[in-house]
């Protein structure tokens, strides 16, 4: 089926440390995003990606880095530099006109 | 920038009952606008996407308006069942090459058996 993976559901960070959100998806998308969703708020852009080797910030960027060297995927690093990285992240894909696609997820906790 | 406010942030309704979510912009130069269905702890399930050149999309007991020029929205759900509780967000895009959403802050919707 196609559809967008996110993983792993559940990421655990100490302190200090850096961690990478995985997300694939088989849509033949061009663009992919990743959004924060805080309880109680909307979601917030970290970054996007409208084709491959390129993405831009969107409007929480600091402490994040992602990467995009192939369609299907789109990486989401949390550094050591975000100092309140608990959240719960959610991936997207769209092409064309059409609808945006969303993964189920990533919960992220500092431990 | 584009604002998306969707009021109320809540709305408690005993079953059977029709249910109508709002959703405004500031930016009425919108591509297309799309209405989700968040479940606790998951993540976003599109529902129905209206082109900026539609009035309105329907999908079963869904109906959604668009009004561009007043920078709104609205989400009919026919007949209220108690597995419709759910949040409700609304995201518009701003153009054919821009692909960019912003979102609202959601509705929550609890439907009373």
């Known amino acids: 089926d196609g559809g967008i993976t996110q993983s792993p559901k559940y990421l655990f960070r100490k302190e200090g440390q850096n961690v990478t959100l995985s997300c694939e998806q088989n849509l033949n998308h061009d663009a992919m995003y990743w959004y924060r969703q805080d309880p109680g708020q909307g979601l917030r852009l970290i970054y996007y990606?409208?084709?491959?080797?390129?993405?831009q910030k969107g409007d929480i960027a600091e402490g994040y880095s992602v990467s995009r060297e192939k369609k299907e995927s789109f990486p989401l690093t949390v550094t050591s530099a975000q100092k309140n990285p608990t959240a719960f992240y959610l991936c997207a894909s769209i092409t064309g006109g059409a609808e945006a696609f969303f993964g189920q997820g990533t919960r992220l906790t500092v431990v | 920038k584009q604002e998306v406010t969707q009021i109320p942030a809540a709305l408690s309704v005993p079953e059977g009952e029709n249910l109508v979510l709002n959703c405004s912009f500031t930016d009425s130069a919108i591509y297309n606008l799309q209405w989700f269905r968040q479940d606790p702890g998951k993540g976003l399930t599109s529902l129905l996407l209206i082109q900026s050149s539609q009035r309105e999309q329907t999908s079963g007991r869904l109906n959604a308006s668009l009004d561009k020029s007043s920078g709104r929205s609205t989400l009919y759900i026919a007949a209220s069942q108690p597995g419709d509780s759910a949040t409700y967000l609304c995201?518009?895009?701003?153009?054919?090459?821009?692909?960019?959403?912003?979102f609202g802050a959601g509705t929550t919707v609890t439907v009373r058996a």
């Open positions: 995201a518009v895009r701003p153009g054919s090459n821009d692909y960019k959403l912003s």
């Open positions: 990606s409208q084709i491959v080797n390129d993405f």
